[in-house]
Every structure is written in C-alpha cells, then in structure tokens.
C-alpha cells in the first residue's frame, strides 16, 4: 500500500507567482489534512478537508491561500501571487473515515521556495 | 486540545533506553495521547497513541500516569536512526470524526554513539 504521495518534492516560484501543491492520500483515505513548516519552526495546521468539502480551515491564511479534495484526482492547496514568507515546508496527511483508525499518515511534504 | 510541555533536548546513549517526558495537566477525560515524530525534515511519523492504559508497540512503549497528566514515552534501545523531534500532542478522537493535530515545540532527542 503506498503511503501519502505528494508533489513536487521541490517547488521554486518568484515573488507574485501561483504555487500549486499536490497531495494524493493513502488508499482508502478520504479525509486530508495540510500542515506548513516554517523554517526552524514546528509544524501548523492549516486546512482538513473530506471528498469536495472543507471541513475545518481555521488554520488557514484567509488572503491568497485555498485548497481542494475533488471527487477525483488529489488535493490540491494552492497559493496565489507567493510573497518570501511563504517559503515553508508543506506537508499533507491522510488518514481513513473511521475514528479505529485516527491517525495520521504524513507525506514527505513539498517544499517552496520564493525567490 | 490541552496544553503539553515538553523538555527541549535530550540526549541518549545507543543501546540504552530513552525516555521522554510529557505534561499535560489540563488533560480532559475524552482527550487521547498521542506520540509523532520527525526526522530531519521529513513527514512526521506516528509512533503510537493512548488514552489511559500503558500501550506498547513495535516502535515504543506508552505510558501514561493514573491521573492522565502525565506520559512518558519509551524507546526501549534507541538507535542513531531514533534521532530526530518527538511530539506529544492531546487530541480528542470522536466517532466519524477526525481532528486535526497541534503541534508544539517538540523535544530534540539526539541519540550518540
């Protein structure tokens, strides 16, 4: 069984461009999670979301930042118009629908880098 | 989700036992404990998780204080690879529902030879 994919591993955008980060979960799993990474900082919840709904975004920057979980295909976070600050490591979790099984299983993250 | 505190830094010998200690005094009844781990920047790891037994697994023993405001994770032989920040995070596990995790700052265990 896979683990949690996500891509690119590496992702270098200049100041003002979009930034799309993938995340494709663990077989099975249909609830997501995105985390962010600053440097030499811990890690912050951003966004939860299940098949087409978001169900938890408090985490989220309101101003440039959404995410998606479709029907079909991954989810996707995406950043608009990237500012330096947003250079982090961005990792995504998975987990399945029932509360047997609650944890989370992270993918080796994508990391951006704003020139 | 309460509150933990752990100590920065640890340092542990290969081969010996480490130990590594968590407070969660505003710990609520319906509150699990939960131990993650990262490596050197990668995705965190899960190790294992309780809520008021002592749980064991292959990766490490739990175990948790009878009034729940404390843990203490074991890792029974640590190894070079046992290098990295060990998370101790409360978080409630409801049915058909699965929340989102707080991370704090995490100890730094570093395993020598």
């Known amino acids: 069984n896979a683990g949690v994919m996500q891509n690119p591993r590496h992702l270098v955008r200049r100041r003002g461009q979009e930034a799309r980060l993938r995340c494709s979960p663990m077989?099975?799993?249909?609830?997501v999670y995105w985390y962010r990474q600053l440097p030499e900082e811990g890690l912050k919840f951003m966004v939860y979301l299940q098949k087409e709904n978001i169900i938890d975004e408090s985490g989220m920057p309101k101003e440039r930042f959404s995410a998606e979980f479709p029907k079909e295909g991954p989810s996707i976070l995406r950043i608009q118009q990237v500012v330096r600050g947003d250079s982090a490591a961005y990792f995504c979790?998975?987990?399945?629908?029932?509360?047997?099984?609650?944890?989370?299983?992270f993918g080796p993250g994508t990391r951006l880098t704003v020139t | 989700d309460a509150k933990t505190t752990q100590p920065t830094s640890m340092d542990c010998a290969e081969g010996r036992a480490a130990n590594l200690p968590c407070n969660h005094s505003t710990i609520s009844g319906n509150e699990y404990v939960y131990w993650y781990r990262q490596i050197h920047s990668q995705g965190p790891q899960y190790i294992i998780h309780g809520l008021k037994n002592n749980e064991t697994n292959e990766m490490a023993s739990l175990i948790i204080t009878e009034d729940r405001k404390s843990s203490t994770l074991i890792l029974p032989h640590a190894t070079l690879r046992d290098t990295a920040v060990y998370y101790c995070?409360?978080?409630?596990?409801?049915?058909?529902?699965?929340?989102?995790?707080?991370f704090g700052t995490g100890t730094r265990l570093q395993v020598t030879l």
């Open positions: 077989k099975g799993h249909s609830h």
């Open positions: 979790a998975s987990s399945p629908l029932s509360n047997l099984d609650p944890e989370q299983y």
């Open positions: 995070i409360v978080r409630v596990v409801n049915t058909g529902t699965a929340s989102k995790l707080t």
